[in-house]
């Protein structure tokens, strides 16, 4: 028996020396080249994408992170009720009529006595914000053992003072007066009353608790939250139970034929219509034909369903694919009807496929805007939502909103809104990747 028929046939082996050419040497170093080449573009292209998310994130976080501090004015309050016009034990209408401004008029001008004129008291007012009366107005409401005593409080500073402090806002040089509501003599005040500890820089509460509002300094989030989560709601309580029965139906029972075929193209052409086409469609229906409320998360919730219901029937229908025939034959072979073998064991297993789907497509659905700009949610809101059908906006309408107002508060406000809204997409994210994760089945 020759040496090369008692080799290993499985064996590694030297193929140096086969090609001996150099034209086939050239063709190999060519080949490899090629190869890393195409493993250095690859590598550049992911490298280009995580900077510039990188970017994108950053920028977000250092224009928005200052809007979670909110700049807070301290001044000594006198509650005098004659200065606010009100005798003996004032009603709660009395109190919610009052001028409340003359008493943050008042502590300023005990605290800069030496600002007589009008425009210099007109421009020394300009350091408090105008929602100062209102929360004079809701400390007295609270506890009205307060008219007639002097308390020192914390109060919101203007937008100007809180840019000013944030370096927004630069310090005129020396000499100047400076342009705009900042100018020299308010920025000596500001540094005033940074002296005497009476400027300070506390996190901003009112950005999780309050609506929208014409002053950047008193805008909150809360009121687009609450829509989103009343929009949310609506959708997955339409989609889901209609998405899943349409999976079901099309996978399970629908015959093969001209029409199931013509269904699944429509389908799958509906999941890349433009989403602004859908607000169209609820525009003409829900509030055209049917007089459903404009600008309510009960009309949004129905026009986000209408774009969620594709994506969730096809990531059902994916999902009843993945179960393995032999579960259906089994099931089948000890009795059970086709609806059992279904419901009681198909379905099970292709729950958490489409549960991922579906929490999918709510987070598709919760960064849409297009489509709820065209039933009216881009009012201007200032209260909290209580119900699906009271008048509201949702989280991207609120940013789009603010990002259109030329005030430099605003610009921090709707980064700051943006960083709220990733959150949101990242905790639905990390949702459905857990439910993948802990429901897996291998087969």
């Known amino acids: 028996m020759t040496d090369m028929a008692m080799r290993d046939p499985f064996a590694p082996r030297d193929l140096r020396g086969i090609h001996t050419t150099g034209a086939a040497d050239a063709r190999l170093r060519k080949r490899y080249a090629a190869e890393r080449r195409f493993k250095a573009y690859g590598l550049a292209a992911v490298s280009v994408a995580v900077l510039s998310l990188l970017v994108l994130l950053g920028t977000i976080l250092h224009g928005g992170a200052t809007a979670f501090q909110s700049t807070q004015v301290r001044l000594e309050v006198d509650f005098d009720p004659a200065v606010l016009d009100l005798k003996g034990s004032p009603t709660r209408e009395a109190l919610l009529q009052a001028d409340w401004a003359k008493l943050v008029d008042a502590a300023l001008a005990a605290r800069f006595p030496d600002v007589t004129s009008r425009p210099a008291k007109r421009a020394l007012s300009g350091l408090v914000s105008p929602g100062a009366n209102t929360e004079l107005r809701n400390m007295v409401l609270a506890d009205p053992g307060l008219l007639g005593k002097k308390r020192t409080v914390w109060l919101t500073a203007s937008s100007d003072v809180d840019m000013f402090l944030k370096g927004y806002i630069e310090r005129p040089k020396e000499g100047s007066e400076g342009a705009g509501r900042i100018n020299a003599r308010s920025i000596a005040w500001v540094d005033a009353l940074v ?249």
């Not at 500890?197 to 509002?213: C, P, Q, V, W």
């Not at 089994?330 to 099970?348: D, E, F, I, T």
């Not at 605003?410 to 905790?427: M, N, P, Q, R």
Request: glycine share 8%; with cysteine.
């Open 195 to 443: 002296k005497d500890g009476a400027l300070e820089k506390r996190f901003n509460t009112r950005f999780f608790t309050a609506a929208d509002s014409r002053e950047p300094e008193l805008v909150g989030a809360w009121g687009g939250i609450v829509g989103s989560f009343y929009t949310l709601v609506i959708t997955l309580l339409l989609a889901f139970p209609i998405g899943v029965a349409g999976a079901i139906y099309l996978e399970e029972f629908a015959p093969k034929n001209r029409l199931t075929d013509l269904i699944e193209v429509n389908i799958n052409n509906l999941a890349a219509v433009p989403s602004i086409v859908y607000g169209l469609l609820g525009l003409a229906v829900f509030i055209g034909a049917f007089g459903m409320p404009r600008s309510a998360p009960l009309v949004g919730g129905c026009v986000l369903a209408l774009m969620s219901l594709p994506i969730i029937i096809i990531a059902g229908r994916a999902a009843l694919k993945a179960v393995p025939p032999s579960i259906r034959e089994a099931a089948l072979g000890v009795g059970a009807s086709r609806m059992q073998m279904v419901l009681h064991h198909v379905l099970p297993l292709a729950m958490p496929g489409m549960l991922t789907g579906t929490i999918l497509a709510m987070a598709h659905a919760l960064g849409e805007t297009a489509p709820l700009l065209m039933i009216g949610m881009v009012a201007f809101v200032v209260d909290i939502p209580a119900s699906p059908v009271d008048a509201a906006t949702v989280l991207p309408v609120q940013i789009f909103m603010w990002a259109d107002h030329p005030e430099r508060g605003f610009v921090e406000k709707t980064s700051a809104a943006i960083i709220v809204l990733l959150l949101f997409l990242l905790a639905m994210n990390a949702i459905a990747i857990y439910l993948r994760k802990k429901f897996e089945r291998k087969w």
